[in-house]
């Protein structure tokens, strides 16, 4: 993942999440330990579902949905699944994330 500081933008770029690898070991709400592994086209099917439905993919801070910073309805912001996984590149204009 790179990112860049600019004086107005972060441009960040590079893989969300990898698919047809092991994670590293996650804790759920309960406590219970657990590896996850994402198959190939997860990632594709849910960006063009989105597409379909005209429903645009958030770009959120923190997984928190008052904290839109972009999403693939604006040009600044770019999803696609490739052979590795889930590879974004975004422009953030959020003045807090920028400072």
Same mark, same amino acid.
């Given at each position: 993942?790179?990112? $860049?500081?600019? +004086?107005?933008?972060?441009?960040?770029?590079? #893989?969300?999440?990898? =698919?047809?690898?092991?994670?590293? =070991?996650?804790? +759920?709400?309960?406590?219970?330990? !657990?590896?996850?592994?994402?198959?190939?086209?997860? !990632?594709?099917?849910?960006?063009?579902?989105?597409?379909?439905?005209? &429903?645009?993919? @958030?770009?959120?801070?923190?997984? +928190? #949905?008052?904290?839109?910073?972009?999403?693939?309805?604006?040009?600044? &912001? $770019?999803? @696609?699944?490739?052979?590795?996984?889930?590879?974004?590149?975004? $422009?953030?204009? +959020?003045?807090?994330?920028? $400072?």
């Amino acid at each position: 993942m790179k990112v $860049e500081i600019r +004086d107005d933008v972060v441009v960040i770029d590079g #893989y969300v999440n990898a =698919v047809e690898r092991e994670s590293k =070991v996650l804790t +759920d709400h309960w406590g219970q330990k !657990f590896i996850e592994k994402i198959k190939a086209g997860t !990632f594709a099917r849910a960006l063009d579902r989105a597409k379909a439905l005209q &429903t645009p993919v @958030k770009v959120l801070l923190n997984h +928190d #949905y008052s904290r839109e910073l972009t999403s693939t309805s604006d040009l600044t &912001t $770019e999803l @696609k699944e490739d052979n590795i996984g889930l590879r974004a590149h975004v $422009e953030i204009r +959020d003045a807090e994330v920028v $400072e």
